[in-house]
């Protein structure tokens, strides 16, 4: 199938400059000023942005084992309604993605029926019980592009090193969640003022920062390369400043949500404003804005965590961790860090694109000449409304449920195939 995209701004080298292209089945085969060309689909852009498609190193599809929360359709077609070409699926399913069945599983699955990319993270160790290394080296060669026990964290340093060495053995990146649950406790939000204010347990920046330590010491015992996941503190960052000054290879993501909000966002006790790490302080969330300006933090990840109205309309220390976040990455970064002025435009789009393929080399990420054809096409000057019924998920857990937002995606387009059209007003 050809498609021929007109009268749009392409974003490239940081810049976007008026022009066409010319898709014929999966690969971008021309960029030019004007393209006169006969194709089978002609999407008049109409002065909106085309970017490189969106690439998500951290989502939970809850396929299989917990699909009454989402699955691979909902969730890729979620993905292809915020802009994205590519997930990561993080293995904290049920039965957890430890072996080569169920990467097998989760790749057919996507392939027959996913409207974004699939790419598998495998399990650090079996059930991500931080008891026993998983088959890494069979997963590997089923196709996985890291390995994590996100969503929980392997505590002993032993374990965590052999690990390690196994994954350095085969070139496989860790992503950690890096948590001590000994200093967390049974924490619910930050350890700080709003904590104290409101009554709730607070897990500390320590709790991260522990073990971001220990991980990047370890890492470069067994020559491992390491990415740390939703980073949220600046003791962190400033742990991840010095290993990189060192070179050692280490790369580490920042959430939308720990970007825009801060703390205080929990006072109202709305469930959608929990998560781990927790919504930290002000200074902790300038750090993070400033971080990703300098090229710290490589990259943005949503860590996508859908669950169930019945699961969230609970008591705050009963309700689950986590929110949604692939339809409403780009609206709620563009308004309040670009239009807020805290990052250009070309920085959110680089950490949305470029740079999260560069961290697990993946392809994509850009838009050239015999590239890809992933493209995200996009009208800044139109609003998109989250409703619960527009969300493509399953769930609807998000603090800006009923909000408009700044950005809107018209088109996405996914190894050639339009995978997301914006219809209101057809």
């Not at 993501?253 to 790490?277: G, I, Q, S, Y």
């Not at 670009?338 to 961290?359: Q, Y």
Request: aromatic content about 4%.
């Amino acid at each position: 199938m050809k498609i021929l995209i007109v009268n749009a701004k392409l974003y490239q080298n940081g810049k976007l400059i008026k022009g066409d292209i010319l898709i014929d089945r999966k690969r971008i085969v021309k960029i030019a000023p004007q393209i006169e060309a006969i194709a089978d689909k002609v999407i008049n852009a109409n002065g909106a942005c085309v970017f490189p498609g969106f690439i998500d190193l951290h989502v939970h599809l809850r396929d299989p084992g917990q699909t009454y929360k989402e699955d691979i359709v909902s969730g890729t077609k979620a993905a292809a309604h915020g802009g994205f070409t590519a997930v990561c699926a993080m293995p904290n399913t049920e039965p957890i993605t430890d072996n080569i069945a169920s990467v097998e599983y989760i790749q057919l699955r996507a392939k027959e029926h996913g409207s974004a990319k699939v790419y598998v993270i495998g399990a650090i160790t079996k059930k991500s019980a931080g008891e026993e290394i998983a088959e890494m080296a069979t997963m590997k060669s089923g196709g996985i592009v890291a390995v994590s026990d996100d969503g929980k964290c392997v505590q002993n340093a032993r374990l965590m090193l052999s690990c390690m060495k196994y994954a350095a053995n085969f070139n496989i990146p860790l992503i950690i969640h890096a948590e001590d649950y000994n200093l967390a406790g049974k924490g619910q939000i930050h350890g700080g003022k709003i904590a104290t204010q409101v009554g709730l347990s607070g897990i500390p920046g320590l709790a991260e920062e522990v073990i971001i330590a220990r991980d990047i010491m370890l890492a470069d015992s067994a020559g491992a390369k390491l990415h740390i996941a939703h980073i949220s503190t600046a003791k962190s960052l400033e742990l991840v400043r010095r290993a990189k000054e060192r070179g050692l290879p280490i790369t580490c993501e920042v959430t939308p949500h720990h970007l825009v909000l801060n703390e205080e966002a929990c006072l109202h006790f709305d469930t959608n404003t929990k998560m781990k790490p927790p919504l930290r302080s002000e200074s902790d969330r300038l750090a993070c804005v400033q971080a990703l300006k300098d090229g710290l933090i490589d990259c943005i990840a949503t860590d996508h965590a859908p669950h169930a109205d019945f699961e969230k309309e609970k008591e705050f220390d009963y309700a689950p961790f986590g929110i949604i976040g692939l339809e409403t990455a780009f609206p709620v970064l563009y308004k309040h860090l670009v239009l807020g002025k805290e990052i250009s435009l070309a920085c959110l789009v680089d950490a949305l694109s470029s740079a999260p393929a560069k961290v697990l080399n993946l392809p994509g990420g850009t838009l050239k000449e015999g590239g890809a054809a992933d493209i995200t096409i996009i009208d800044l000057k139109k609003e998109t409304h989250f409703t619960e019924q527009n969300i493509l998920s399953k769930s609807k857990n998000t603090p800006w449920l009923n909000q408009s937002l700044p950005g809107k995606v018209m088109w996405t387009i996914c190894a050639g195939n339009i995978t997301y059209q914006d219809t209101e007003g057809l």
